[in-house]
């Protein structure tokens, strides 16, 4: 069964560093893997997805994932947190020929705290 | 354009009461989603909708009943919810079922 691990239920930044939110994946099959956030009292707004195009995936607002196979990994980075970053990061995997039957498994998410 | 529009946002509601909650998307999508999301915890599927017939139903209580009119509107009617209800609703779409989902902004209900 598919399933999504977010190491960290909370990672705190200063304004100005370097971000990494951590996703592990589990997945019998390749997967289609996808980051969201979420502001306070909002919808899920896409950031990336990956599906089995480029492993490096550039996404909106500066960010990036890449996806390693090898480390069952696609782990989110910003090079510079901005004090606007700050919300609640979920991964996401879905595929057609799995469990999810291609309905996206979410991580627990990940808040994210920016420090001036 | 990817969006996804709900109304209300707000929605406070009696266990005795009958409301909706309405989803609209104008992006040509045949796949919409309902989902409920507790305070810290991600969001939950409860309904999918494919070409307008009801394809997943995640074994979700009766009091919660779905409909989609048509393949622009998806709503989500209530009767006599209980206090553990109150969440936030969210609904979403995607071009066709199992393709990447655009979310919207979501219904706060809060149930008394």
């Known amino acids: 069964a598919q399933s999504v691990t977010q190491l960290g239920s909370h990672v705190s930044v200063s304004e100005g560093a370097l971000v990494l939110l951590r996703c592990n994946y589990s997945?019998?099959?390749?997967?289609?893997l996808f980051w969201y956030v979420q502001y306070p009292n909002q919808g899920l707004q896409l950031l990336l997805k990956y599906t089995s195009a480029a492993t490096l995936v550039k996404g909106i607002n500066g960010f990036e994932a890449e996806f390693k196979k090898s480390e069952t990994s696609f782990h989110l980075t910003k090079p510079s947190a901005h004090m606007s970053d700050a919300a609640e990061y979920f991964c996401a995997v879905s595929d057609l020929y799995g469990g999810s039957q291609g309905n996206l498994i979410f991580g627990k998410g990940t808040k994210l705290s920016v420090k001036p | 354009d990817t969006e996804v529009t709900q109304t209300p946002k707000h929605l406070v509601m009696g266990m005795t009461n009958k409301k909706s909650l309405k989803c609209e998307q104008h992006m040509g999508h045949r796949a919409m989603y309902w989902y409920k999301q507790k305070a810290k915890k991600p969001p939950e599927l409860m309904f999918v909708y494919s070409y307008e017939k009801l394809s997943i139903n995640e074994s979700v209580p009766s009091r919660f009943s779905p409909e989609c009119p048509n393949s622009s509107l998806l709503n989500l009617h209530l009767h006599a919810l209980q206090p553990e209800d109150s969440a936030l609703y969210l609904c979403a779409s995607s071009r066709r079922s199992q393709e990447t989902q655009y979310f919207g902004p979501g219904t706060r209900l809060l149930v008394l």
């Open positions: 997945s019998s099959v390749p997967p289609y």
